[in-house]
């Protein structure tokens, strides 16, 4: 071989790799997101820009982040997933049992990432230490920590007597829930009922919320009542009524009280399994993680204006108080 055509061929298998790692490196990753409210409000967004962050993503440089939202419309989500797989998203993020499950119909194969109350019931993943599919991320274990929801509403307000649950029917994850509350209010005394909280059934259930009838009421974790909080802490200074709900936001809008996991830090760790599967790894090989931190959160303000004293041990062990 002549010496001009060796310095060729090595000159060209130099510069294959560096051309390779050049288109690589150009490559900017495309994450979908779907959202049953509008635009900020909620706090999953928000914990899942905080995570991203954390891996070491710029947002809207190294990597774009495809937010959409349905405005309480729960019929426009399999349209708005739509629209994310035909971007090429790399990996779908899915806030909630009902936008997860329209995920998965709508793909086999872009990775997901969810946040479900239920994952396995759900019928989401295989189990929670081998999912198994194309989707990973995280379990609420609501249906536990719920059965909580009655006992702690009667700790701070004592007469209660009647307690109306706003769920969503059609929820698997609060099915459970409801049952897990039923159980806990038979040991209570308490008398609880249930009011359906689709897009369908809000005016008829909210006309149902009154002081003659109801003592208070529970407000489920389900992402669209999530994206109605204003309203529903409005309704409840409006008619006087003491409320839980199951989001650890609503105590900084008003709310009496909130229980729940700490939703922003879990979709902060979702953060790193969008980031593993960005780098190679499957979702079935990813085990769902469980909620290792629980916010009680109590509005002081919001306790007076109802007349209500909270008890010094409730608040011993609260880890958020609103004066």
């Known amino acids: 071989m002549r010496r001009r055509e060796l310095i060729t061929l090595l000159g060209g298998a130099a510069a294959w790799p560096l051309a390779a790692y050049a288109q690589q490196v150009s490559w900017v990753p495309r994450v979908g997101y779907v959202w049953i409210g509008g635009p900020g409000n909620d706090a999953s967004l928000a ?4 995570g991203l962050e954390e891996q070491g993503y710029v947002i809207g440089r190294t990597l ?3 937010a959409r939202y349905a405005n309480g419309e729960d019929g426009r989500v399999p349209d708005l997933i739509a629209e994310l797989l035909a971007l090429k998203v790399d990996v779908l993020a899915t806030p909630g049992t009902l936008i997860s499950r ?5 793909t086999l194969s872009v990775p997901i990432v969810m946040l479900s109350g239920d994952p396995i019931g759900s019928g989401l993943v295989a189990s929670l230490a081998h999912p198994g599919g194309n989707i990973t991320g995280l379990s609420l274990l609501s249906a536990d920590y719920c059965a909580k929801w009655p006992g702690l509403l009667l700790e701070i307000a004592p007469k209660l007597r009647r307690v109306v649950v706003l769920e969503n029917p059609d929820s698997p994850t609060q099915v459970q829930q409801v049952a ?3 159980e806990a209010a038979r040991s209570l005394s308490l008398d609880l009922t249930t009011l359906p909280t689709r897009p369908m059934d809000l005016e008829a259930s909210f006309a149902a919320l009154v002081p003659v009838s109801v003592d208070g009421f529970i407000v489920c974790d389900d992402p669209f009542l999530e994206s109605i909080l204003p309203r529903l802490i409005a309704l409840a200074a409006e008619r006087s009524l003491p409320a839980l709900y199951g989001f650890p936001n609503a105590v900084k809008q008003g709310a009496l009280m909130a229980y729940s996991a700490d939703i922003f830090d879990m979709w902060r760790k979702a953060g790193r ?3 593993r599967i960005l780098k190679g790894a499957r979702p079935a090989d990813l085990p769902v993680e469980q909620p290792t931190k629980f916010i009680l959160g109590i509005n002081l303000k919001t306790a007076k204006a109802l007349g209500l004293q ?4 409730l608040l011993a062990v609260a880890d ?4």
């Not at 329209?102 to 709508?106: E, G, S, T």
């Not at 909270?310 to 041990?313: M, Q, R, S």
């Not at 958020?320 to 004066?323: A, D, F, N, R």
């Open 47 to 50: 914990g899942l820009h905080r």
């Open 64 to 66: 774009l982040l495809e």
């Open 102 to 106: 329209a995920a998965q119909r709508a």
């Open 180 to 182: 897990q509350m039923r």
């Open 273 to 275: 399994y969008v980031d």
């Open 310 to 313: 909270v008890p010094d041990k």
């Open 320 to 323: 958020e108080v609103i004066e």
